[in-house]
Each structure stands twice: as C-alpha cells, then as structure tokens.
C-alpha cells in the first residue's frame, strides 16, 4: 500500500475474523422503515410537485393544500428517508469499524421503533396543520422532544461501541460520525428549542443557523462517513489519502457553522453578520474540495470499475454532485449573484442536488451494498439497480438543470420591476412542468430501488423456508 | 495534535466540540447583543430619519391571523422582507410610492418569524393596506378568479369561515403599517 493511503479496518485482517460477529438487528429495522418512507414521502413529492402544474388539484382538502404538504415532503425526505437511512448505516459500519458487537442490539431496536413514532406522528401532525413555523423545525414539539430522547438513545449506543472498540486508530468515518452525533445534539437544540425563546430576526438567525447546519452538520458528515466508508470497500481500493481527510474534517468542524446568515442576504439583519457570513461561506471549499480530491484520488486507475459497479456509480455520482452543489453555494452567497439567484426556483434546484443528487445517493449506495450482507443472500437484480440509477440521475439532473434556468430567468425578471408579477409566475409554468415529469423519473427510481430491496430480504426468506 | 485526534476519541470530541463552539456563539449569541435593533420595536417620530410610524404588538385577532398564516404554509411561497434592492423596493411598492427597505426592528413581536426563504407568490412585507377586504375574500376563494395564471392554492375553508377569514385578513391588513410610509394615509380597508 503506498504511503498515506488507509484501508477503512483498523486491521484488514479482522474482515474475516468478524464474520458472525454481527447481528445488525438495528440496522436492517432502520434500513427498511427508512426505504418505506421514501416511497411514501415520494407520493407527498410529486403530488406537490403537480400542484405546480395544477393549482386547484386536491384544492378543497384543507389537509392536503400545499402549504400543508410541503413540510411533511421536506420533514418526510430528511427525517424519515434520509436520516435514518444514514443512522441504518451507521449501526452497520461502526461495529465493524471497531472491530466489536454494537453495544446494544435491544436499545438499537428500541431507538429504532421510537424513530417510528415520531415519523408516523410527523405524518398525521403536520397534514392537521401542526406546524411551528420554522423551517426545517416544523415538527411540533411534543415530537422534537422525542427527536432528542432518540438522538440520546443513538448517541449512546454508537459511542459505546467506539469506546469499547479493538482498534485503537479510528478511521476517517469514524470522526464524521462522533461530530455528527455531538453537533446535531447542539443545532437541533438551537433550531428547534432556542428559537420558542426568542422573536423576528433573532429568531430568524437561530433559525438559519439550524437550517444551514442541518445540511452542513448533520447530513454532510453523516452522508461522508459513509461515502468514506464505502467508497473504498465498493472499489476495494485503500483510501487516497489519510492526511487530506484530516484536513477536510477540521475545516469542517471549524467553517460550517458561521454562515447562518448567508440566507438573509440583503434583508433586515446586520450587515456585518451578512459579510462574516459571506467570508465563511467562500472558506466552506476548503472542506469540499479536500474530501472530494480524497475520492477522485482513490479511484485513480480505476474509473473503468464504474461501468458495472452500481453502488460505486452512485458514490462518484454522488460525489460530482457533491462538488457541483457546495461550489453553487459559495457562489450565491456573493451578494452580486445573490440579488438575482435568492428566493427564485433556483434555490430548491440546489437544494435538491445536494440532498438527493448527493447525500441520498450515497444513502443508496450504501443500502445496496449492505442490504445483501446484512440478509446473507445476493442482491434481487443487479439489471434493475442499474435502471434504478439511470431514473434517478436522469430524473435528477432533468430537475435540477431546469429549476437552474428557469430560476435563473425569473430573477433576471424580477430584477425588471417593468415586468408584472404575475408575468414571471406564467413564465415559470413550463418550467414546472418539466419539473413535475422529472419528478415522475425519480418516482420510479425509489420504486425500482425500494422494490430490490425488499425482493432481496423476501427472497432470503423463501430460501430458507 | 491532529494525530492525537486519530487515536483518542476523548481528544477528537473535545477538539470538534471547540472549533464548532468558536463559530456558534459569535455568530449567535453575540448579534442581538451588539446590535441593539434586533430586540427594540420600531418607533420614529422624524421624517427626515426616514418614514415615520410605531410598531404595536400584536392584538388576539392578528394573533390569530399569524397562527392561520403559519398553518397553511403561506410562508413557503411568500416573503416578508424589502431588501435592499431596488427592484425590491419598487415591487413592494404600489401606487406609484417605493416601499421603504425593511429593518429589524419592524419583526421584534414576530413569533414565528415569517421572512421567508422562497417567492412563488410576490412579497407581502408592505401588502398591509394594498387591497380591500372584498378582493381578499375573491382571491382566497380562488386566486384565479382575480390573476388568472397564478399558482396560489384556494383557501375556501377560510373564505367561508367569518372568524377565520377576519383573523388573517386582520394580520395581513397589519403587514408593513408599522413604518407608515403612504402619503396621505392612502390604505385600504
């Protein structure tokens, strides 16, 4: 191995000796509510989606209106696809990592019927119009206080597992996930908790720094830890580089958190705290471009396995994504770009890129590669999880690209106080219109994705019965 | 140091929680501290300081109002806020007057706050006054009915419910009035 590269064990030996070693009782019940919610959540999806398109659909139910909708489609995809997608890997990759049992399977499977609830809650409370008014934080408190038992309860089992771990050196996913599980602790507190204390633009303040470091303190070393984890297995290649990840976590740690602000650029809150916020926004490639170098590096002579490694096309994809959204974001903080791209049809286009286009690609990723580990057997249809990539990167990039002009165009037209309105909303229907057939590719993407899956437990089942 | 981090999970946790600690309280606690006009209502008696107006904290039926607004989402496709661009200026504005931009200390009894991160809809930071309460039970019960080509969702539910439609009528009559920047006192009713 040359120097500086790592295998993602402390010890590539143990691989074998681990065998059995594991139950994973935890990981597969997160695994498979989380598969469960995205296809749910995908309805919710594309029904707001042709609202767009068709305004009055669904119009009479107050319980299905938009306004309504769209917290259980943002909430639904977050914190009951993607969250606990991540949290199923994490129960899988720590042990292992260690080199150990999880600490305990009985509070695993107790966290995970908790996450039920509260997602089941989410899914009757929000539709009701329980609703706190915050982005992001919309889940009523009864089930944010929830959220934290159960965010102990993860907390406690995967630091359990660390400290009693075999291997003394922790591998890079180890680090995201220790920070993960410690700075969500304190952003979700803030988001959720802090800002019932506070009103108008202290809150609105709060409320950033929650939103933005949901995404950056939460959803990107949770989502890296595991593309670190398994960028490197699904290629079995060692890591690029061990110092660059070094760098790439510390930045992190240290940048993400001072750019809450950036989304009230030009509004009515401080101009020195918009300029910090710019300066920390421009220093976020720092982490971005180390972790992405550190993948392309590992997969230096390797490219040709991406022609028929399906969880690896979705890592690389992921990672270009990765690339793609975290320069957009520095880039819109620039307060020339921010005057035309803020608060148009641009923003969910970003958005979506990270978030799905990277985040729950290497969600993906993962659940491919550990769902035949986890059940003994062999994945249902390798032909399949490929049509299943081609939906959503398809469907994905149809999405993005389109919001991405039609966003850009409606800023340009906003910028024009000659133009009604009412005009700039006519000109975004064909927009979202494309919007709405994108999204029906990516339906079929979760279908095909959620269906492997479950044919790949199924069928172990049958094998044995 | 950072090997350290490598091997000691105490070190790394520590280490993690620090950094992170540093960025979150200066951006933050330390804001509303410095800059005072975070957390004093509005109030200017002098013209030449800009529009002149008190803000007033909220009555029960605004209260309402808000409660209904935060329900129905309409906050995920209007915003709150004249930045400090022109085109934001002229476009909160109506009849012909440019809207004032909007400062922090307009939104200090705002609880949720409702600034808004995306205009499907156009702003309403100054919409308080613009239309009548006849125009706003039409567009409630369907928007189209009044701009066609709109994609605002009808609200018959609250057009047809009096005590819910005067609440929000009342909120979004109240929007932007603090700093009364109309001549002649020109709102609707």
């Known amino acids: ?465 | 140091m950072l090997n350290r981090a490598d091997k000691s999970a105490g070190f790394a946790i520590g280490a993690a929680l620090v950094l992170f600690f540093i960025g979150g309280t200066l951006t933050t606690v330390i804001p509303p501290l410095v800059d005072k006009s975070w957390g004093r209502p509005f109030e200017n008696h002098d013209p030449s300081k800009g529009p002149t107006g008190k803000l007033r904290p909220y009555t029960e039926l605004e209260k309402h109002g808000l409660a209904i607004y935060t329900r129905e989402g309409c906050w995920y496709c209007h915003t709150q806020q004249t930045r400090t661009l022109v085109a934001d200026t002229k476009r909160s504005g109506w009849r012909g007057v440019d809207s004032p931009i909007s400062t922090p200390d307009e939104f200090v009894y705002d609880q949720p706050h409702m600034f808004g991160t995306k205009r499907t809809g156009p702003d309403l930071s100054r919409v308080g006054g613009k239309y009548n309460t006849q125009w706003h039970r039409t567009h409630f019960r369907n928007p189209r009915d009044l701009t066609p080509g709109s994609v605002m969702p009808p609200f018959p539910w609250i057009a047809n419910d009096e005590g819910e439609f005067q609440a929000l009528l009342a909120y979004i009559q109240r929007l932007g009035r603090a700093k009364d920047w109309r001549p002649d006192g020109d709102y609707e009713q």
């Open chain 1, 1 to 465: 191995m040359p120097e500086g590269r790592v295998a993602p064990v402390g010890a590539a030996a143990g691989q074998t000796a681990q065998q059995g070693l594991h139950t994973d009782t935890t990981a597969k019940w997160f695994l498979l509510s989380s598969i469960a919610y995205f296809f749910i959540v995908g309805i919710v999806a594309l029904t707001i989606a042709a609202k767009f398109v068709w305004p009055e659909l669904l119009g009479t139910v107050p319980y299905l209106t938009y306004g309504r909708l769209r917290p259980l489609h943002v909430n639904g995809m977050l914190f009951g696809w993607l969250l606990p997608c991540d949290m199923a890997m994490v129960y899988f990759i720590v042990p292992r990592l260690c080199g150990v049992k999880l600490w305990s399977e009985k509070l695993g499977v107790a966290t995970a019927a908790l996450w039920n609830v509260i997602v089941l809650g989410a899914v009757v409370m929000l539709p009701a119009g329980l609703n706190k008014g915050l982005e992001y934080a919309e889940l009523p408190t009864s089930l944010s206080v929830l959220v934290v038992i159960a965010w102990i309860m993860f907390g406690i089992n995967i630091f359990g597992t660390i400290l009693t771990r075999k291997y003394e050196q922790m591998y890079v996913s180890i680090w995201y996930i220790m920070g993960t599980i410690l700075w969500t602790a304190f952003v979700y507190l803030t988001g959720n908790f802090a800002t019932q204390f506070t009103t108008g633009v202290n809150q609105a303040n709060l409320n950033w720094m929650y939103v933005h470091n949901a995404v950056g303190l939460i959803f990107t070393p949770v989502g890296l830890a595991v593309a670190y984890y398994f960028i490197p297995r699904a290629s079995t290649q060692p890591l690029y580089n061990h110092r660059l990840s070094m760098v790439g976590f510390w930045s992190l740690s240290f940048v993400y958190v001072w750019t809450g602000a950036h989304h009230m650029l030009h509004g009515p809150i401080s101009q020195w705290l918009q300029t910090i916020a710019i300066a920390f926004s421009l220093m976020l490639l720092i982490p971005v471009w180390a972790v992405v170098w550190n993948f392309f590096g590992t997969m230096k002579g390797q490219w040709h396995q991406l022609r028929d490694n399906v969880p690896l096309k979705f890592l690389m994809s992921g990672t270009v994504f990765y690339l793609l959204t975290c320069f957009q974001g520095p880039m819109h903080s620039l307060r020339t770009v921010n005057a035309i791209v803020s608060k148009t049809d641009w923003i969910p286009g970003h958005a979506h890129m990270a978030l799905l286009g990277c985040f729950s690609f290497f969600a993906i990723a993962g659940a491919y590669y550990v769902a035949p580990r986890l059940w003994r057997t062999e994945l249902h249809s390798d032909a399949l999880a490929n049509w299943s990539f081609w939906f959503f990167m398809i469907g994905g990039l149809g999405f993005f690209v389109t919001l991405w002009l039609g966003g850009f165009w409606q800023g340009w037209q906003w910028n024009n106080p000659a133009i009604p309105f009412i005009d700039t909303v006519k000109a975004l229907h064909p927009v979202w219109l494309v919007r709405f057939c994108s999204g029906v590719l990516m339906f079929c993407g979760i279908v095909s994705f959620a269906y492997n899956i479950m044919a790949t437990v199924v069928n172990r089942r049958e094998e044995h019965a």
